[in-house]
């Protein structure tokens, strides 16, 4: 089974520093992906970055970067220059690659960032 | 593009009821995928459907079906309504796996 922990139930940062939220996975998939998913207060859930796990550069867009230790099974998400629109729930899944069963995302418990200004 | 579409926003049911969600793709979409949200378990998957079919099941009871139309959209019903099935249901739709799932707004159900 698929398991996605995230360690840090709440993390806050100052407006303009840069916050690291953790996240560690564990499945028996060899072809598998890895996203953040952020889910402002409006509920909607939005996608922040996705990683191929084949792939070993870390993904990178705009000012969110990834920091994925495959061999440890770690997927850390950065922020550089938060901005208050930043402030949400972050989540962390992990899904089937192209070859999987079926597209079923296995979420973390989440982590709440608060932007301080 | 219109987005993920989800039917109502908002319901409020009483204990034993029943209640039927909708769920409007992207268009193009052929995979939707249900989630239940509550505070205390997360994001736990439901169901997922690609062309009318269900193609897998998360671990909830018998109470919990769906479907797909041949449009791609689906519906989930919820029969016999408990307390604890108080939730935000989310909806996905993809095109295949392993590129984002969108979301749409969810279905916050309020079992009284």
């Known amino acids: 089974a698929q398991t996605v922990t995230q360690s840090q139930p709440e993390m806050s940062v100052q407006e303009a520093e840069t916050v690291t939220l953790s996240c560690t996975y564990d499945?028996?998939?060899?072809?598998?992906?890895l996203f953040w998913y952020k889910q402002p207060p409006s509920r909607q859930m939005i996608l922040v970055i996705r990683?191929?796990?084949?792939?070993?550069q870390n993904a990178t867009e705009n000012r969110f970067s990834v920091n994925f230790q495959k061999a440890a099974k770690s997927f850390s998400l950065k922020i550089s220059d938060s901005q208050l629109g930043d402030a949400a729930m972050y989540f962390c899944?992990?899904?089937?690659?192209?070859?999987?069963?079926?597209?079923?995302?296995?979420f973390g418990k989440g982590t709440k960032l608060t932007v301080n200004p | 593009k219109a987005g993920v579409t989800q039917t109502p926003r908002y319901l409020i049911k009483t204990r034993g009821q029943q209640v039927t969600l909708s769920c409007s793709p992207i268009?193009?979409?052929?995979?939707v995928s249900w989630y239940q949200q509550t505070p205390g378990q997360g994001l736990q998957f439901l169901f997922e459907?690609?062309?009318?079919?269900?193609?897998n099941k998360g671990n909830f009871p018998g109470r919990f079906s769906g479907r797909q139309f041949s449009n791609s959209r689906s519906e989930m019903n919820v029969s016999t309504l408990e307390l604890g099935d108080s939730a935000l249901y989310l909806c996905?739709?993809?095109?295949?796996?392993?590129?984002?799932?969108?979301f749409g707004q969810g279905t916050r159900l309020t079992v009284v």
């Open positions: 499945t028996s998939e060899s072809d598998y992906y």
């Open positions: 268009s193009g979409h052929r995979s």
């Open positions: 996905a739709s993809s095109t295949r796996r392993g590129t984002e799932a969108f």
């Open positions: 990683q191929e796990a084949y792939k070993q």
């Open positions: 459907y690609f062309s009318e079919t269900q193609r």
């Open positions: 899944a992990s899904g089937p690659g192209s070859q999987g069963g079926s597209e079923k995302l296995v």
